[in-house]
């Protein structure tokens, strides 16, 4: 079954440092979203990605956060000078559109801590 | 606002049934989701309901009610497997997502 990659899996860094979190979506899919879950906390939507273009994006996804295509496989999230609070699950998706079977198909997460 | 509830916990014995309920308010609806999620893993998708009534997916089915802000995720035969976490989530007027705090559901023997 098709399966949304993210890497690394944990990643830790320190305050005021730069990450770049990483999402190879379905291949065939269109619509690409990154999502974030702090421990014990429910799951928030950051931003959603169609056509090479931003297309919504949350109160959270503030000027410090990016995304970005860079070729037509990859799909990142850049968080330019990380906060403590920014530590989380950080959750990539994707759907083709078609909800009714698949739904939204998460990737297994990065979990970000900074220190 | 956007507002989704959903109990905190429950609890459950093997090859029982066990129903999670839902209610929403949302500022419009384009379709309520069901996913499971074991801890530390990804939300895997359970169900997907954008019209009244009852969908059934083997051991598992969800209902919605539309005029009521409702839904349910029903749960047969339980399995140990089955302890995790069942998050409801709604699709507004826009094509994100919106998550309640998840159920966390524990099976026992």
């Known amino acids: 079954e098709p399966e949304v990659t993210q890497t690394p899996s944990h990643q830790v860094t320190q305050m005021g440092q730069e990450v770049i979190l990483r999402c190879v979506p379905i291949?065939?899919?269109?619509?690409f979203y990154w999502y974030r879950q702090i421990l014990g906390q429910k799951v928030e939507f950051l931003v959603s990605f169609y056509n090479n273009e931003i297309s919504e994006k949350s109160e959270i996804f503030d000027d410090q956060f990016s995304v970005e295509r860079p070729d037509g496989s990859n799909f990142t999230l850049k968080i330019r000078s990380t906060k403590l609070e920014d530590s989380a699950m950080y959750f990539c998706?994707?759907?083709?559109?078609?909800?009714?079977?698949?739904?939204?198909?998460f990737g297994s997460g990065t979990r970000l801590t900074v220190v | 606002g956007q507002n989704i509830d959903q109990p905190t916990e429950m609890t459950a014995t093997e090859g029982a049934i066990v129903q999670i309920n839902c209610t929403y308010q949302t500022s419009g609806f384009n379709g309520l989701f069901w996913y499971q999620q074991h801890a530390g893993e990804a939300p895997t998708f359970l169900s997907y309901n954008v019209l009244d009534g009852l969908e059934e997916k083997g051991r598992f089915s969800s209902f919605l009610s539309r005029s009521k802000g409702y839904s349910y995720l029903l749960l047969k035969e339980l399995q140990m497997k089955d302890s995790a976490s069942y998050l409801c989530?709604?699709?507004?007027?826009?094509?994100?997502?919106?998550f309640g705090t998840g159920t966390r559901l524990q099976v026992f023997p």
């Open positions: 291949s065939n899919h269109l619509y």
């Open positions: 989530a709604v699709s507004s007027n826009t094509d994100k997502l919106i």
């Open positions: 998706a994707s759907t083709r559109g078609d909800r009714v079977n698949y739904g939204y198909t």
